[in-house]
Nanobody
Framework: VQLVESGGGMVQPGGSLRLSCAAS????????MMWVRQAPGKGPEWVSA????????YYGKSVKGRFTISRDNAKNTLYLQMNSLKPEDTALYYC??????????WGQGTQVTVSS
C-alpha cells in the first residue's frame, strides 16, 4: 500500500489549495478514505472522509463549508479542495485508507501553511 500526498504549500488567508493523494498497491475503489491533519504541537485532527464510491462525504466542524473531499476511482486519487483558508488550517495533511472505520495506512503528508 502506498499513499502519496501532494499539493501543499504556502497561501495567504482566504486563499485556496487542492491536495491530492495518489494511491497504489490496493483496490482503491473498495476503501473509504480520509484526510487527517496535525498542526505543530497538537494532536492529529480528523478533517474529512469519503466512502468508497464517493457518494457520501463527512467533514469536521472546523472545515465544514470550506473544504470539499472527492475522489476519482479511475485515477486512484483522493482530493481535498480547501477554500477560505485560515491561519489555523496550517498543518501537515495526511491521507489515510480506512479499514473497519479506522485509518490503517497513511501517506507521508503534505505541508499547508496559511500566512500573510
Amino acid at each position: 500500500v502506498q499513499l502519496v500526498e501532494s499539493g501543499g504549500g504556502m497561501v495567504q488567508p482566504g486563499g485556496s489549495l487542492r491536495l491530492s493523494c495518489a494511491a497504489s498497491g490496493f483496490t482503491f475503489s473498495s476503501y473509504d478514505m480520509m484526510w487527517v491533519r496535525q498542526a505543530p504541537g497538537k494532536g492529529p485532527e480528523w478533517v474529512s472522509a469519503i466512502n468508497s464510491g464517493g457518494r457520501y462525504a463527512y467533514y469536521g466542524k472546523s472545515v465544514k463549508g470550506r473544504f470539499t473531499i472527492s475522489r476519482d476511482n479511475a485515477k486512484n486519487t483522493l482530493y481535498l479542495q480547501m477554500n477560505s483558508l485560515k491561519p489555523e488550517d496550517t498543518a501537515l495533511y495526511y491521507c489515510a485508507r480506512v479499514s473497519f472505520a479506522l485509518p490503517d495506512y497513511w501517506g507521508q503528508g503534505t505541508q499547508v501553511t496559511v500566512s500573510s
